[in-house]
């Protein structure tokens, strides 16, 4: 594109956000910050779990044991989702999503 001047600061850090995908980078964190919150807030053992993904307002958490997944979905999703809720003003969390797998050290 021909500018006609300098380019700002703000556009120019924009670009380089995007492109080395720090944004994303941050968002995952927040969200893996408010699971382990979440998770605590609901007297819950977070280090069996992790966050997977979060797609089209469905956030997936993988569970090591088989016993908290029944437990997180039977008895402490609705919980899990309103301190989702309060914790990620902007982000929306319609529904939670559990599976078996593997949790790896962090």
């Known amino acids: 594109m021909d500018r006609d001047g300098p380019e700002s600061l703000g556009e120019i850090l924009s670009r380089l956000f995007t492109a080395r995908g720090w944004g994303r980078r941050q968002d995952r964190l927040r969200l893996e910050e408010a699971w382990a919150a979440a998770v ?3 007297g819950l053992v977070g280090d069996e779990t992790k966050v997977a993904a979060l797609r089209r307002g469905v956030l997936e958490v ?3 044991s088989g016993v908290l997944l029944q437990e997180m979905a039977h008895y402490h999703k609705r919980r899990l989702l309103e301190q989702l809720r309060q914790r ?8 939670l999503r559990f599976r078996a797998g593997v949790v790896k050290d962090r």
């Open 40 to 42: 605590a807030g609901c």
């Open 62 to 64: 993988v569970v090591g």
């Open 88 to 95: 990620l003003p902007g982000i929306t969390v319609t529904d």
